[in-house]
């Protein structure tokens, strides 16, 4: 045996010790350095597999990313269907037309809500109550008024303000009320109207579960030279100044006042958003909607006309 064969022979003698777990001297091989450099290279390829099998079983198991709940239908049928429900703000400047959100009717389903567009000979604010039923975005039903013969909700506050809770009482306030007498959600305005020489004031009312519209109390104011003559209804009846006061006072007191909060978008902003521009600001809008009991008495709008009229 030559000397190359004999390192061989040691080197592979110690590998094998390696493995089967000699440990006294007689079966052990000389000590090499050959070998011991050979064992050692041995041990060192094979950790980075062990390593390298390891981060990728932790690479697998990383939770995945959590998922995006899925937008409202109202949400994603008003950014589908822009071509419907812009064609009636057509009238005004884009910059006064606003959108938002509300469940105008306190049934559980928000309605997308534009406007005003200003019409008529005295200026209107109209607005536009647009409802999402089976899986389509439609025009509600009761913003329509047959008087106008047009979609018309002319009582809502003007110019992009939101629904009044501030009790005010001025002519463009909408508030919402809960009526204690028969259980139903109304929301209360006053309208104002006249000329030179007549005046008229009136209180409307929507109400949210028979979704209907009208006028609950007014006065009308007739000038004649420095005199004023004023004919006070209840409803659709005439009655004197102390049955009014009285059937008010009644009506307001079965009243619980509501505050309600919207966020409106402006038209003019929305028409030069992108897709993902208007998709984030329509949420924001959706997820604004809130109403909740007040504080306070309830002060339907003719309180001060009511506080005149003697007993």
């Keep these: 045996m030559n000397k190359k064969t004999m390192m061989i022979s040691l080197a592979s003698a110690m590998v094998l010790c390696s493995f089967s777990g000699c440990t006294d001297g007689t079966d052990a091989a000389p000590e090499n350095p050959a070998a011991q450099e050979i064992t050692t290279v041995s041990e060192t390829t094979a950790a980075p597999a062990e390593t390298e099998t390891t981060t990728s079983v932790t690479e697998m198991t ?47 389903a928000v309605e997308f809500v534009t406007g005003p567009v ?12 647009w409802e999402y039923k089976n ?12 008087n106008m013969q047009d979609s018309t909700v002319n009582v809502w506050p003007g110019s992009g303000g939101i629904l009044d809770d501030t ?19 109304q929301y209360l305005n006053i309208s104002q ?19 209907t519209r009208s006028t609950i109390f007014s006065l009308s104011e007739l000038y004649t030279g420095s005199t004023a003559s004023i004919t006070y209804q209840a409803g659709d009846a005439n009655v004197t100044p102390q049955e009014f006061k009285a059937q008010y006072q009644t009506y307001a007191d079965s009243l619980t006042p509501y505050n309600t909060a919207v966020l409106q978008l ?21 997820n604004a909607w809130s109403y909740g009991e007040a504080l306070g008495e309830a002060m339907p709008g003719l309180n001060g006309y009511a506080a005149t009229i003697p007993d």
């Design 135 to 146: 899986h389509t975005l439609q025009r509600a039903a009761y913003s329509y008024d047959t």
């Design 167 to 185: 009790g005010t009482q001025q002519p463009s306030d909408f508030r919402l009320f809960f009526n204690n007498e028969n259980g139903h959600f």
């Design 193 to 211: 109207d006249g000329n030179a020489t007549t005046s008229y004031t009136g209180l409307d009312m929507f109400d949210c579960t028979t979704k």
């Design 266 to 286: 402006r038209f003019s902003d929305y028409a030069y958003w992108n897709d993902a521009e208007r998709q984030r600001h329509l949420m924001n809008s959706y």
């Design 118 to 129: 200003i019409r008529g000979a005295h200026g209107c604010n109209t607005y536009y109550v």
């Design 62 to 108: 990383e939770p995945a990313e959590p998922e995006e709940p899925p937008l409202p239908g109202i949400v994603v049928s008003v950014m589908a269907n822009q071509n419907l429900w812009e064609g009636d703000l057509s009238f005004s400047e884009p910059s006064a037309v606003h959108l938002w959100f509300q469940d105008v009717d306190i049934d559980g």
